[in-house]
Antibody, heavy 119, light 111 residues
Framework: EVQLVQSGPEVKKPGESLKISCKAS????????IGWVRQVPGKGLEWMGM????????RASPSFQGHVTMLVDKSISTAYLQWSSLKASDTAMYYC????????????WGQGILVIVSS | NFMLTQPHSVSESPGKTVTISCTRS????????VQWYQQRPGSSPTNVIY?????PSGVPDRFSGSIDSSSNSASLTISGLKTEDEADYYC??????????FGGGTQLTVL
């Protein structure tokens, strides 16, 4: 069974760093792109970017490029989203999702991680 | 880049049919596949239509997708509405650089 299990909720202060995780199981991790999607409370979905675990190739939305970093650790089938300096505007739910093989859709989603950035 | 514009909300009665539109701002709607996702309150999104009109396994055939080049839009149609269909629906497509774009979402109320 394919599963994407994300780490728990986070409460941080502006300027702090953060790394959230998405552990994949039930399939060959290196063969599928992993995407990240932001959802500000009460708002819509925003595509942040994708990473291919096989070679760490990335596609990043211009809206997020330079502010977040997508990483993977193939040895433990885990993808990460990392910030070096959080802003209050980063407060949101963050989902990881698997890109369906050969398609341009997400077929499996993680449960989401709520990140709150507040002083 | 381009935007995908959806109506903010739609409502319909159980048993009826509803259609949600998704209009592409520039570039042809037919140039890249359109996907649709359902997000129930408090849950992660799930894919209900991919490649304009294909249904993932497990999605009932009450859900159908189409595109219309004349209006440069895609549509999600749900027939035989059930209360469980009440959710937010998002369209999604991508550009030549393989950057994905989501529509703003449509809140479906079944009343």
């Amino acid at each position: 069974e394919v599963q994407l299990v994300q780490s728990g909720p986070e409460v941080k202060k502006p300027g702090e760093s953060l790394k959230i995780s998405c552990k994949a199981s039930g399939y060959t991790f290196t063969n599928y792109w992993i995407g990240w999607v932001r959802q500000v409370p009460g708002k819509g979905l925003e595509w942040m970017g994708m990473i291919y675990p096989g070679d760490s190739d990335t596609r990043a939305s211009p809206s997020f490029q330079g502010h977040v970093t997508m990483l993977v650790d193939k040895s433990i089938s885990t993808a990460y989203l990392q910030w070096s300096s959080l802003k209050a505007s980063d407060t949101a739910m963050y989902y990881c999702a698997r890109r369906a093989f050969g398609e341009d859709s997400f077929d499996y989603w993680g449960q989401g991680i709520l990140v709150i950035v507040s002083s | 880049n381009f935007m995908l514009t959806q109506p903010h909300s739609v409502s319909e009665s159980p048993g009826k049919t509803v259609t949600i539109s998704c209009t592409r701002s520039n570039g042809s709607i037919a140039s890249n596949f359109v996907q649709w996702y359902q997000q129930r309150p408090g849950s992660s999104p799930t894919n209900v239509i991919y490649e304009n009109r294909q249904r993932p396994s497990g999605v009932p055939d009450r859900f159908s997708g189409s595109i219309d080049s004349s209006s440069n839009s895609a549509s999600l149609t749900i027939s035989g509405l059930k209360t469980e269909d009440e959710a937010d629906y998002y369209c999604q497509s991508y550009n030549r650089r393989n950057h994905w774009v989501f529509g703003g979402g449509t809140q479906l109320t079944v009343l």
